[in-house]
């Protein structure tokens, strides 16, 4: 059976006053699923000594695609790793749309980043526009077919379906939508395919966290809003962890 995730991608939120929660989320029972949390670069360092002890993962929110050398303000996966960090996410949609990230980069990224060790977080979704006009999942398999290199295995990589319109707007595509998207992702990865794990993300809450994770095919959850706060992250944790344990 495929472990279930909770992954907290805090984009660019967070100070040194959310190590609090962090204190709070390393308290979840996390026996029987994965948790990771990605906050700013900046807050990385103390991430990981607060989750000491814990079964509490820490990861990048990016990488660069080279290893070393003049790339001003750029972060390295190597770097990561080297703090001890495990995982990085790659190809976010707001990565996609704000930075220019292609496939193609986005596919050098994670090359980077499994060989360095690092688990790579995958991000693929179809935008508004796309699912209106019935390209939804032709966009996102080639996306994932585009984005995923040959280093790619179900240690190493993770994906997360994540449409761009649910993305911090409350709203969901049906269990019906996701359970179809998710289907057709598994369909389309190369190696691995029935071993690597598939989250959902786009405005995951407490309220529907256990519904979507026990969804066919759905692996978990990457969460950007519920994951500033243990109050809205503890009980997405805890679906995460029950629906494992089944
Ligand atoms: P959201 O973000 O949970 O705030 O919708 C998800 C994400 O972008 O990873």
Redesign the pocket.
């Known amino acids: 059976m495929r472990k279930k995730i909770a992954a907290g ?1 805090w ?1 660019m939120n967070g100070r040194k006053l959310s190590l609090s929660e962090v204190y709070a989320m390393a308290g979840a029972e996390i026996e029987n699923c994965e948790v990771i949390i990605c906050p700013p670069a900046t807050l990385i360092p103390d991430l990981l000594v607060s989750v000491q002890g814990s079964n509490l993962q820490i990861g990048g929110q990016n990488c660069h695609h080279e290893a070393e050398g003049a790339y001003t303000g750029e972060i390295s996966a190597n770097m990561l790793r080297d703090i001890g960090v495990t995982h990085v ?1 790659l190809g ?3 990565r996609r749309e704000y930075f220019g990230e292609s496939d193609e980069l986005i596919a050098q990224k994670i090359t980077r980043a499994h060989e360095q060790g690092l688990v790579a977080i995958l ?1 693929i979704g179809e935008t508004l526009a796309e699912r209106e006009a019935g390209q939804a999942i032709d966009i996102v398999t080639s996306q994932l077919i585009n984005s995923l290199p040959k280093s790619a295995n179900a240690e190493n990589t993770i994906i ?1 379906y ?1 449409p761009v319109w ?4 409350g709203k969901v595509p049906s269990n019906a939508d996701i359970e179809e998207m998710h289907a057709a992702i598994r369909a389309h990865i190369p190696h691995d395919s029935e071993a690597m794990r598939v989250l959902y ?5 407490p309220t529907n966290a256990m519904e979507i994770f026990a969804l066919n095919n759905v692996d978990g959850g ?6 500033l706060k243990a109050e809205d992250f503890l009980p997405i944790i805890a679906a995460a962890e029950q629906l494992s344990q089944e």
């Open positions: 991608n984009k996410i976010h949609s707001e991000c997360a994540e649910a993305i911090g707007t993300g786009g405005s995951v809450k990457l969460v950007g809003g519920a994951s």
